[in-house]
């Protein structure tokens, strides 16, 4: 009964869902492209394979599941992967990772009926939840069709938990109808059990955003474009990127970087905003700053006279990263929750990070126990410790080998995941 309830209010609101569509369509038209899909009407090649379902649903968790879907295809070579996601950027990014070796459509919306036209369609013999994506309806009718759950690199804040905890009437016979959770840390299985999660049916396998691949041809690339840079701006630059940044987070950054420069004039800012829809804006805060900038999508040469370039393209972070000494990962001056800060580690950058990390509480903490990490509190706190970073080799080098060596000694999640595949996997398939 409590579902029905849940479905009538999913319907009812229904119309301001697209309404909000729309209007992040204004900024982003690939909002509002293919919005039949959201309503589980879609096509698919027809094939005879069996289908796992793989559902991430922005760019950042379509990224972390690269190889993981690559990892599916070699070990599942008679099945077909479709990915679904929520965002554009998500979209584009299983594209740009998978090309035409995988299908993909947006997920369709929590409706009992857009949920059963997909499931229709798809017949998927497995699902996989990339992070937490929870909803009850989708996870209710995959139960009923004997479809294998598996809610994979699960992360739960204590925020988080307390929300689904208001609606235990909805969450626990959800969770019971879950196979498997496998969690990024003890303290998540705890909350998903303190939630209602049968004991058996949890699984602490670690982050799978350890696994991440780092092709030599990122890196390569990465050390390509700083070259470039380096012959419009000074072979003694030195790069901070800013990477994923929030509204209201840009300008504290700018302000942390006019500091930067009375101390350290050799630094240059590679600001990286998180949503394309924001690039034109940020372009322009920057100006208003007096700052002279480029954009990196117009492929425009920096010059002497270069302070800042905006990173204004889509999927190329790893590159960005690869090309700069050190890394402020955002979301996290603002009360967004931070971002994946084992991207720049892996490439042995030191990490800065605001305060609001409750996405990534764990990693974070002993990322930073690690020594490969620093917390800053503010645009002045920023700013010291970028120019103690640039002006003390040896603090620059103790913590970049510590933030690279974190990553490393952490992986194996992937691995651990693949067997709860198997464990899970249909016999017939």
């Known amino acids: 009964m409590s579902r029905f309830f849940y479905s009538l209010l999913l319907y009812l609101i229904s119309p301001l869902v697209m309404v909000r569509l729309y209007l992040r369509s204004k900024k982003a038209p690939e909002y509002w492209q293919r919005k039949r899909e959201r309503f589980g009407f879609f096509s698919l090649p027809a094939t ?3 289908i796992i379902w793989i559902h ?3 760019m950042g968790e379509t990224i972390a599941s690269g190889p993981l879907v690559k990892q599916l295809q070699k ?3 008679n099945h077909r992967i479709l990915i679904t996601t929520m965002t554009p950027t998500g979209s584009a990014q299983v594209r740009k990772i998978h090309g035409e070796s995988v299908e993909h459509v947006y997920a369709s919306y929590d409706l009992p009926g857009a949920v059963r036209r997909f499931l229709d369609k798809v017949k998927p013999v497995m699902a996989i939840v990339i992070d937490t994506e929870l909803w ?9 069709r004997s479809i294998p759950v598996l809610i994979v690199n699960a992360r739960l804040s204590e925020r988080s938990a307390r929300g689904y905890g208001r609606f235990a009437f ?4 959800m969770l019971e109808q879950i196979d498997m959770v496998a969690a990024q840390n003890n303290e998540t299985g705890r909350r998903f059990l303190e939630l209602g999660l049968p004991k058996q049916q949890l699984n602490v396998t670690g982050s799978v955003k350890f696994d991440l691949d780092v092709s030599p041809e990122v890196i390569t690339a990465g050390k390509e474009l700083r070259h470039k840079w380096q012959q419009g701006m000074g072979s003694d630059i030195r790069i901070l990127v800013a990477a994923s940044t929030h509204e209201g987070e840009d300008q504290q950054v700018l302000d942390a970087f006019k500091t930067i420069l009375t101390e350290s004039p050799e630094v240059r800012l590679l600001l990286v905003p998180r949503h394309p829809e924001r690039f034109d804006s940020v372009h322009q805060l920057i100006q208003d700053n007096q700052f002279p900038v480029v954009r990196h999508s117009k492929g425009t040469q920096p010059t002497d006279e270069t302070r800042v370039i905006l990173g204004d393209t889509m999927g190329e972070m790893m590159k960005l990263f690869a090309a700069s000494d050190i890394a402020f990962v955002g979301g996290s001056l603002v009360a967004t929750g931070g971002h994946n800060m ?3 580690a892996a490439l042995n950058l030191p990490v800065l990070s605001g305060p609001h990390v409750f996405n990534f509480e764990e990693i974070s903490e002993s990322l930073a126990q690690a020594g490969g990490l620093e917390i800053v509190n503010d645009s002045r706190a920023l700013a ?5 970073l640039v002006q003390d080799k040896d603090e620059y080098e103790n913590m970049s080998q510590h933030a690279g060596e974190f990553v490393r000694d952490n992986r194996g999640a992937l691995k651990k995941t693949l067997m709860l595949v198997d464990q899970l996997m249909p016999s017939s398939q």
Do not use: F, G
């Open 56 to 58: 991430s649903v922005s």
């Open 75 to 77: 070990d599942y070579p």
């Open 384 to 388: 010291q410790s970028t120019i103690r």
């Open 136 to 144: 009850p309806n989708t996870i209710a009718a995959c139960h009923k």
């Open 342 to 344: 084992l991207e720049p």
């Open 170 to 173: 909805l969450t626990r016979p």
């Open 48 to 50: 005879d394979k069996p």
